[in-house]
């Protein structure tokens, strides 16, 4: 049931976001994808929290296994369903996007992949930049989810500063990167666009999981005080 709830829960997420930014980006804005992120992530929290604890990223993910909070095989588990959930979502969006008038070709557009450099980053920055951008803006999402998530704080309210989180990162990170923060929504488009993308793709597994790591350590760092 908890790998069901993850595929699911990373497919609404993907399907609102990134359907946002291919199907209503230019009217939506970066504030709307924000939001549609940010409110997705938070509705999940409330929904799916007491099935899987709503992680639907590989980085949350890791940073529970190195929080000691999960177990490497139910990490594994977790991952291949966040990942089958973002890339049915982006099938999802690419087959309403193509039936649009004029159509839509993913490969041309971009189709919200995640991409460094002159290239394919929005506001054209370093691939050093880009994957610094990522490491601590994911770092500071996976520490609000670890830390809000912790036994010690009042059952009931997580989803809405993991929410509000990722809603403010995305303020930052859009604008470098296109806004990744979780691998797994990045594999989603990327599948689809191919090329570029797909070649590109490693930063945005790396440069989150790094991310993780820093954010369980000072997790952990708060814990032992």
Request: charged content about 10%; hydrophobic content about 55%.
């Amino acid at each position: 049931m908890k790998y069901a709830a993850e595929l699911f829960g990373t497919f609404i997420l993907v399907l609102a976001g990134i359907g946002a930014a291919v199907l209503a980006g230019s009217r939506a804005g970066l504030v709307g994808i924000a939001l549609a992120f940010g409110l997705t992530l938070m509705a999940m929290a409330f929904a799916l929290g007491p099935v899987s604890g709503c992680h639907i990223n590989p980085a949350v993910s890791f940073g529970f296994f190195l929080s000691k909070r999960m177990g490497f095989a139910e990490m594994i588990g977790y991952w291949i369903a966040q990942s089958i959930g973002a890339v049915i979502a982006c099938a999802v969006v690419l087959y309403i996007a193509t039936n649009m008038a004029g159509g839509y070709e993913p490969g041309l557009t971009g189709f919200g992949a995640n991409g460094y450099g002159y290239e394919h980053s929005p506001g054209h920055f370093s691939m050093l930049a880009c994957f610094v951008a990522e490491m601590f803006l994911t770092m500071v999402l996976v520490l609000t989810v670890l830390g809000s998530s912790d036994e010690r704080v009042a059952v009931g309210f997580a989803g809405i500063p993991i929410g509000l989180a990722l809603t403010a990162i995305h303020f930052a990170g859009v604008p470098v990167t296109n806004g990744g923060f979780n691998p797994a929504r990045s594999l989603g488009p990327a599948v689809f666009v191919g090329g570029w993308a797909l070649k590109q793709l490693w930063l945005f597994w790396v440069a989150p999981l790094a991310g993780a790591v820093l954010a369980s350590r000072i997790y952990l760092g708060t814990k032992h005080k």
